[in-house]
C-alpha cells in the first residue's frame, strides 16, 4: 500500500525555519517526483516545490526560492524541506505528494496520484 506521511509542522514566529519530513512506504524512493504543495484557508492549493528523487534535480515556486530547500535521502525513503525566513503568507497545510517522474509541470497538483495527509505550519507572533 503506498503512503506518504509528514510531519514537522507547529507555530513558529516570523523569521523562523522548520523542517519537513515526508517519509514513503509501499515503495521505494529510487525513480519517482515527490513534490510538495500547501494550501492555506480559502485558497487553492499552490506547488511548492519538488524533487526528482532519480536525478536529485529541484524545483521551487518563485515565492519560495531562496528561503526553502527540497532534499531527499533515498535509502531513509524521505524527502524533506527546509524551511528558513518564513512569512506569515507561508502559513498553511503542507502536503507531499508523487508522481511518475516523466513530463513537465513539477509543480502542478493535479499531475501527482498520491497524497500524504498533511501537515500544518503556522507563521504566527
Known amino acids: 500500500q503506498v503512503q506518504l506521511v509528514e510531519s514537522g509542522g507547529g507555530l513558529v514566529q516570523p523569521g523562523g525555519s522548520l523542517r519537513l519530513s515526508c517519509v514513503a512506504s509501499g515503495f521505494g524512493l529510487g525513480y519517482l517526483a515527490i513534490g510538495w504543495f500547501r494550501q492555506a484557508p480559502g485558497k487553492e492549493r499552490e506547488g511548492v516545490s519538488s524533487?526528482?528523487?532519480?536525478?536529485?534535480?529541484?524545483y521551487y515556486a518563485e515565492y519560495v526560492k531562496g528561503r526553502f530547500t527540497i532534499s531527499r535521502d533515498n535509502a531513509k525513503n524521505t524527502v524533506y524541506l527546509q524551511m528558513n525566513s518564513l512569512q506569515p503568507e507561508d502559513t498553511a497545510i503542507y502536503y507531499c505528494?508523487?508522481?511518475?517522474?516523466?513530463?513537465?509541470?513539477?509543480?502542478?497538483?493535479?499531475?501527482?496520484?498520491?497524497w500524504g495527509q498533511g501537515t500544518q505550519v503556522t507563521v504566527s507572533s
Open positions: 505528494a508523487t508522481r511518475q517522474p516523466h513530463g513537465t509541470d513539477w509543480l502542478v497538483a493535479e499531475t501527482y496520484t498520491h
Open positions: 524533487i526528482s528523487t532519480n536525478t536529485g534535480r529541484t
